[in-house]
C-alpha cells in the first residue's frame, strides 16, 4: 500500500512539475511576441493587450499574426493604412500600435454594430485612439469611396470579397505599399481566386507568412504595372 501511494505521490509531484514548466515556457513565448517597450504608450498597450488575451474572440486574430502585421509596418516605415474588418479591435490595436512608431494613422471599417462600439473601447482603453479612424458601414461601399493613397492594406472580412477589395485598393496602394490578407491557409474557392490572381500580377510579389497557422499573404507592390 505504501509503494503505491509513494508512486502515486511521484506522479502528482512530476505533473504538477511538468505544468509549472508549461506554463513559464508559455508566458515566456507569449512575452517575447510582444515589442520591446520602451515609452508610456507602449506600456499602456502591453498591459491592455496582457490583460485582454484571453477575451481575442469574435473573429479577432491571434497574437501571433498581430505582430507580423506590427513588424510589417514597422520595418516598412508605413504611415498611411487601412483595415477591413475591425472586429472588436485587436488587429487594429497592434496596426494602431505599429503607427505609433511610424507617425501614421489607421482607417479601418467594421459592418457590425456591436463589434463596431466594441472595438471603439478597446482601442481608447488601449490609448491609441489618436492613431485610428474607426467607421462603421460595409466595406463594400466604403473602400472604392476612400480617397488619397495609401501604404498598407489588411483585408480581413468577408473571404468571398478580398479580390474587389484588392482590385478597389490597387490603384490607391503605393509602390513599396503592401496589400495583406488574413486566413489565406484557408484555401477555399474564394480565397484561392483572390490568390490566383494577385500571384498573377508582375507588378506585385506576393509572400505566404507561415508563422501564422491562419496564414497571411503579403503582397508587395514592386511598380505601378
Known amino acids: 500500500m505504501r509503494i503505491i501511494i509513494h508512486k502515486r505521490i511521484n506522479i502528482i509531484m512530476k ?3 511538468f505544468f509549472a514548466v508549461f506554463l513559464i515556457g ?12 520602451k ?11 496582457d490583460s485582454n488575451s484571453r477575451n481575442w474572440r469574435d473573429l479577432n486574430i491571434p497574437l501571433v499574426d498581430g ?15 487601412v483595415e477591413i474588418g475591425t472586429s472588436t479591435g485587436h488587429s487594429a490595436i497592434w496596426i494602431a500600435w505599429a503607427l505609433s512608431k511610424t507617425g501614421g494613422k489607421l482607417i479601418t471599417i467594421e459592418i457590425d454594430g456591436s463589434r463596431y462600439q466594441k472595438a471603439k473601447e478597446n482601442i481608447e482603453l488601449a490609448g491609441l485612439s489618436d492613431y485610428v479612424d474607426l467607421r462603421h458601414g460595409n466595406a463594400h461601399q466604403l473602400v472604392p469611396a476612400l480617397n488619397g493613397k495609401y501604404d498598407f492594406v489588411f483585408s480581413d472580412a468577408d473571404k468571398d470579397w478580398y479580390k ?6 490597387d490603384s490607391k496602394l503605393v509602390v513599396g505599399g503592401t496589400f495583406a490578407a488574413h486566413n489565406v491557409a484557408q484555401r477555399t474557392r474564394d480565397i484561392r481566386e ?6 498573377s500580377l508582375s507588378n506585385y510579389k506576393t509572400t505566404i507568412d507561415r508563422t501564422s497557422r491562419e496564414g497571411i499573404s503579403i503582397s508587395r507592390k514592386i511598380s505601378e504595372k
Open 67 to 81: 505582430k507580423v502585421l506590427y513588424d510589417l509596418i514597422v520595418e516598412n516605415n508605413y504611415k498611411s493604412a
Open 164 to 169: 474587389n477589395y484588392f482590385v478597389a485598393m
Open 194 to 199: 483572390f490568390l490566383d490572381y494577385i500571384e
Open 15 to 17: 505533473f504538477r512539475l
Open 26 to 37: 508559455s508566458t515566456s513565448m507569449a512575452w517575447s511576441q510582444f515589442p520591446e517597450v
Open 39 to 49: 515609452t508610456d504608450l507602449d506600456r499602456k498597450v502591453k498591459a491592455f493587450l
